[in-house]
């Protein structure tokens, strides 16, 4: 028997890991809102920042925490790097091209990490992580609540920045009306260059939450794309804050589904979730319709 | 200086070059059983590389999960005969037709919209399936997998006998047969008034749908055909190593090799796909693993980069003509 505690529990963890869902989905609907490109390669930008919180913490014991600036900023270059060097040439021909090529990216680096540091699941263990909170009979990890808060925070930064910044409005603007935003002076294949680098940093910055709640492997970064992409869709293409609802509503149903069924169809409730949605409502929850 | 300002061949030669080639090749080999275990597993690859193309290169569709097609025709060839007791021929016929119904499922609900909805759908899909294979152990064995597969049985033809079972020769020609037969399938399908379609739905949806074109129902017909040939792939790579895991048949490489190849080898043409197919499992086997032995398909993210961003018509794509 099912005791409704452990609903209770089960919830609330999902709620937490959907805000931390909603972080590992942030770069990828960014740069498909803003830039109409779905980055095949996201997952592999998450899953370097996780290796590199790994390495720092494993060679010179680097609070992993610490190590999330490293990790954005990394991660940011090698997205800056792959746009420079090859997305930005074809950047003006045909929307499965960019697909194709950052997927040959995504192949190019997980089959990197796998030479350079093996098929080893790598777990970010600290001890603090496991320090229990108590909420009446309910049970959480300190590490959940912190990584929770995190990837609130870059979600709601990231929306701060779009909407208060010059900066935010002129990526905002060249989403909108490419030509306009030309027309007025705004540098677009800059502001391009920029997106990209921040959907990478912003991938790179869930990479450390990653490892710490769970592991990364040069086989995660596609499955990370495939979710991030299911998030996007559910959300609505170009709604951040959407992301925090959708990912709370598939962190509860897994948690849901592990509880009632069995751990092993936890992945089925996403696409489930997401087959229904293409068939009822293409354009997402929050998205617009049409 | 581009290849095709070289040599211009048509369409037609370069098929006769290439299953010319096909066919002589064990005999350049002089029948090395370890070469032409390489070639059997290149032929196979270049049959579904063939069958993803009629999809991306012909239809517009990219798929990232052709390998739940392959898996499913695997898995289901190999389960009628284990655990029905069939025919491993007829097994593999049926099993082809477990893929259309895997395309149906998928195709429906993803093809309402474009572009790259569909390559990701598809590529959730081939999770998926990888991953009910995996649980449904009553049924699949779960992650210990389907060990002694039968092979194929042997055909007497008069006082000739095909054996599957030891003959690595019989295998590689039946699987360079089933590549022959599939390009057919493809070759005429292309030049019937539903390659006109599916042309018309690759050139520009709206403008076909203006015009009278079904595109759904074209799209999801050249995804059945796509999936019935790569499923039966899947089968006759099941009869012919005896053992599956969840891990091999559904392995990603069945989707990401398809395109390389098919990249590479030309996705404008019909037969460039298997020419690349035949071309990086060389690469592959004599050329990268001597560098990395497990990083070795690094390559294969570089060569997908370079060539769609410097040479998107493929390596042969200006040579060969349509007509």
Not at chain 2, 244 to 259: T, Y
């Amino acid at each position: 028997m099912i005791s409704y505690n452990t609903i209770i529990q089960s919830i609330l963890s999902g709620l937490l890991e959907g805000g931390n869902y909603a972080l590992y989905s942030l770069g990828l609907a960014f740069v498909f809102g803003i830039m109409q490109i779905i980055n095949m390669a996201h997952g592999e930008f998450l899953v370097l920042g996780g290796y590199i919180a790994y390495w720092l913490l494993v060679k010179w014991g680097v609070n992993p925490l610490m190590a999330l600036p490293v990790a954005a900023l990394l991660a940011g270059g090698t997205s800056f790097l792959s746009y420079r060097i090859f997305i930005e040439r074809i950047r003006t021909t045909v929307e499965l091209n960019t697909l194709i090529l950052t997927f040959g990216i995504g192949i190019f680096l997980s089959n990197l990490y796998l030479q350079l540091w093996s098929a080893d699941l790598r777990s970010i263990s600290v001890h603090w992580m496991e320090d229990p909170v108590h909420l009446g009979g309910i049970y959480i990890s300190l590490g959940e609540i912190v990584t929770f808060v995190i990837s609130f925070a870059a979600v709601f930064f990231l929306h701060l920045f779009l909407r208060r910044t010059k900066t935010g409005k002129a990526i905002r603007i060249t989403a909108i009306d490419r030509d306009a935003a030309a027309l007025s002076g705004i540098n677009v294949e800059r502001v391009d260059l920029l997106a990209f680098s921040i959907g990478g940093a912003l991938a790179g910055l869930g990479g450390p939450l990653l490892g710490m709640l769970s592991f990364v492997s040069p086989n995660t970064g596609l499955h990370i794309t495939v979710k991030a992409f299911i998030l996007t869709v559910l959300a609505g293409v170009g709604s951040i804050p959407g992301l925090i609802v959708a990912g709370m509503m598939l962190g509860v149903g897994e948690a849901l589904t592990v509880t009632f069924v069995s751990s092993s169809f936890r992945e089925l409730f996403g696409f489930t979730l997401f087959l229904v949605i293409l068939l009822a409502r293409p354009s997402g929850l929050f998205g617009k319709r049409g | 200086m581009k290849l095709g300002n070289f040599f211009q061949i048509t369409e037609k030669t370069a098929a006769f070059l290439t299953f010319g080639f096909v066919l002589i090749l064990p005999v350049v080999l002089s029948f090395n059983p370890y070469y032409l275990s390489i070639f059997i597993i290149a032929l196979i690859l270049g049959a579904v590389s063939l069958s993803w193309n009629l999809l991306a290169g012909v239809c517009g569709q990219v798929s990232f999960g052709h390998a739940a097609f392959f898996g499913i025709g695997a898995y289901g060839s190999s389960l009628l005969v284990l655990k029905a007791g069939w025919n491993p021929f007829g097994a593999m016929i049926i099993a082809a037709f477990f893929g259309v119904m895997g395309a149906i499922i998928i195709g429906t609900p993803a093809f309402r919209l474009r572009g790259p909805y569909f390559a990701l759908s598809i590529l959730g899909f081939a999770e998926v399936v990888k991953l009910l294979t995996l649980n449904l152990t009553w049924l699949t064995d779960g992650s210990q997998g389907l060990f002694n597969i039968p092979a194929l049985p042997a055909i007497r033809i008069g006082s000739m006998t095909l054996d599957f079972f030891v003959s690595r020769t019989t295998n590689y020609y039946l699987a360079a047969f089933l590549m022959l037969a599939i390009y057919l399938v493809i070759y005429f399908l292309r030049h019937s008034n539903t390659g006109l379609a599916m042309s018309a739905v690759h050139g520009d949806e709206e403008t076909a749908a203006g015009i009278g074109v079904p595109v759904f129902r074209t799209k999801l017909l050249t995804l059945m055909v796509s999936a019935f040939c790569t499923a039966l792939m899947g089968a006759f790579y099941a009869h012919y190593v005896h053992f599956l895991s969840p891990d091999s048949a559904f392995d990603g490489s069945w989707s990401v090799m398809p395109i390389v190849a098919s990249l590479f080898g030309g996705m404008g043409t019909l037969i460039g796909p298997s020419i690349g197919a035949l071309l990086i499992t060389g690469l592959d086997e004599f050329i990268f693993k001597q560098f990395f032995e497990t990083g070795h398909k690094l390559f294969f993210g570089i060569l997908l980069a370079v060539v769609i961003v410097w040479t998107p018509k493929g390596l042969f794509g200006k040579s060969i003509r349509k007509k």
